[in-house]
């Protein structure tokens, strides 16, 4: 039963462009929300994050859209670099004061073609 | 700046034998967590700690264990390996409950 999903396994974007990369939930009671990036080799990272009383976080070239009624929240990274290539995880939680409930989406691998 | 360090960074364990997957962080963070990754999934919490001498079960704790005599450590035992084991483990810690959670680079484990 995976509560957060990322349809698409892998996506392709040229460099300048933006990507954007989806994450769907099924648990309405979900209420935070982060993305991680990982790169090959290395542990996951903390990119930004959302919680549900907000639609919209930005952190420079990095937005997080969050829209409840759908359950569905997007990343958005404008413009694309070369560096963003990298595998991206969706996570969400039932409020901010347990890491331990975290539940992880199936990432989605971001290659950026120059 | 070393944050989480996980060893060994690869195993190759036959089925049967017990291995322990050692975990430091110099961060003085009191959460440690440990995950394991399996091809095409999410993450999955096998146990976590709150601090030192406290551990709990996570969504996936069966055929391991844990213990946390400091801070700073959190080993991950595995006991009579079996090759549904065969995964990526990643060690994490958080200051608190709530914080950014710092991962390590991972530990890649083949069961044959």
């Known amino acids: 039963d995976q509560q957060v999903k990322q349809n698409s396994p892998s996506l392709s974007v040229q460099e300048g462009r933006i990507s954007i990369l989806n994450c769907d939930y099924t648990?309405?009671?979900?209420?935070?929300f982060l993305w991680y990036k990982k790169y090959p080799a290395e542990g996951p990272t903390f990119l930004i994050s959302i919680s549900s009383i907000k639609d919209k976080n930005e952190d420079g070239r990095f937005t997080v859209f969050l829209n409840k009624s759908a359950k569905h929240l997007s990343l958005h990274i404008v413009p694309s670099q070369p560096g963003d290539s990298a595998v991206y995880f969706c996570?969400?939680?039932?409020?901010?004061?347990?890491?331990?409930?975290?539940?992880f989406g199936t990432g989605t691998r971001l290659t950026i073609i120059p | 700046n070393a944050g989480v360090t996980q060893t060994p960074k690869f195993r190759i364990l036959k089925i049967g034998q017990s291995m322990t997957l050692q975990c430091t962080q110099d961060m003085n963070h009191n959460y440690m967590y440990w995950y394991r990754q399996d091809p095409g999934m999410g993450l999955k919490l096998i146990y976590y700690s709150v601090g030192a001498g406290i551990t709990d079960k996570g969504e996936v704790p069966n055929g391991y264990n844990v213990s946390r005599s400091t801070t700073e450590d959190f080993p991950l035992r595995l006991e009579l390996a079996a090759p549904s084991q065969t995964s990526v483990y990643f060690c994490?810690?958080?200051?608190?409950?709530?914080?950014?959670?710092?991962f390590g680079e991972g530990s890649w484990l083949t069961v044959v």
């Open positions: 996570a969400a939680s039932v409020g901010n004061f347990g890491n331990e409930k975290l539940t």
């Open positions: 994490a810690s958080s200051y608190t409950a709530g914080n950014t959670i710092y």
């Open positions: 648990n309405s009671m979900f209420d935070y």
